[in-house]
């Protein structure tokens, strides 16, 4: 997998936007990127991923630069909920592969 | 859709003793399942790949013989922590793909057990 990297904080305020950014300069051109959250003591989540065009869902966006060497992570209104650690994993779409964790962010909505 | 569940979520147990985690796919079946293991502050590293009807994938430092896995059927995996001591006080978090390919590409993670070995 593509290595990737992500600062290990931020802080947002309740009710602003967070946007999360990834490095992943390496990526390969069948690789998705992915991003899951993990609050405390729980299991990773699964957010939202793309492969080239923006993305978005019930939770968030992804926005993916054109040259697909980096990527953000936009949760349009943090709730003191979002507050985790979030995870850029870049990786190809095989059944039998596992994803690769890296220290993430963690992210603090602050009230 | 797509809901893993592990068993217990937590467990106390004595050095020396066994502990067995279950993890389950509730809703679909899957041929290949991940064991990750979480300790305090740092990133899910994997353990193991868990494939059903044939052995499994230990990653290199992990021995196989004390965290004996098996995945007996497409919807269970276990991960049964032998003479268990307090440095594998952890958290263990499971993951499943439906096997058919459907939903997001990805795979869905369990809650996660925390064991801690006293």
């Known amino acids: 997998d593509a290595k990737t990297t992500q600062p290990p904080s931020m802080d947002c305020a309740e009710g602003r936007a967070a946007n999360l950014p990834c490095n992943h300069s390496?990526?390969?051109?069948?690789?998705?990127v992915y991003w899951y959250r993990q609050i405390h003591s729980q299991g990773p989540q699964y957010i939202i991923h793309?492969?080239?065009n923006n993305e978005t869902n019930e939770m968030a966006s992804l926005i993916i630069t054109e040259d697909r060497k980096s990527s953000t992570l936009i949760l349009p209104h943090a709730t003191l909920r979002d507050t985790a650690v979030y995870y850029c994993?870049?990786?190809?779409?095989?059944?039998?592969?596992?994803?690769?964790f890296g220290p993430g962010t963690r992210l603090s909505v602050l009230p | 859709g797509a809901v893993v569940s592990q068993h217990p979520s937590w467990v106390i147990c004595k050095s020396g003793t066994s502990v067995k985690i279950e993890c389950r796919s509730l809703?679909?079946?899957?041929?290949?399942m991940f064991w990750y293991r979480q300790f305090p502050k740092q990133s899910l590293m994997l353990m193991a790949t868990?494939?059903?009807?044939?052995?499994?994938?230990?990653e290199q430092g992990v021995e196989k013989d004390k965290f004996l896995i098996n995945h007996a059927s497409l919807t269970l995996s276990t991960l049964t922590v032998t003479s268990a001591h307090p440095e594998d006080s952890s958290f263990y978090i499971c993951?499943?793909?439906?096997?058919?390919?459907?939903?997001?590409?990805?795979?869905?993670f369990g809650s996660g057990t925390r064991l801690t070995v006293v």
């Open positions: 868990s494939n059903e009807g044939s052995k499994a994938t230990y």
């Open positions: 390496t990526i390969s051109g069948n690789e998705y």
């Open positions: 994993i870049v990786r190809v779409d095989n059944y039998g592969q596992n994803f690769v």
């Open positions: 993951s499943a793909r439906d096997r058919r390919g459907t939903g997001r590409h990805g795979y869905t």
């Open positions: 793309g492969l080239k």
């Open positions: 809703d679909f079946q899957a041929t290949t």
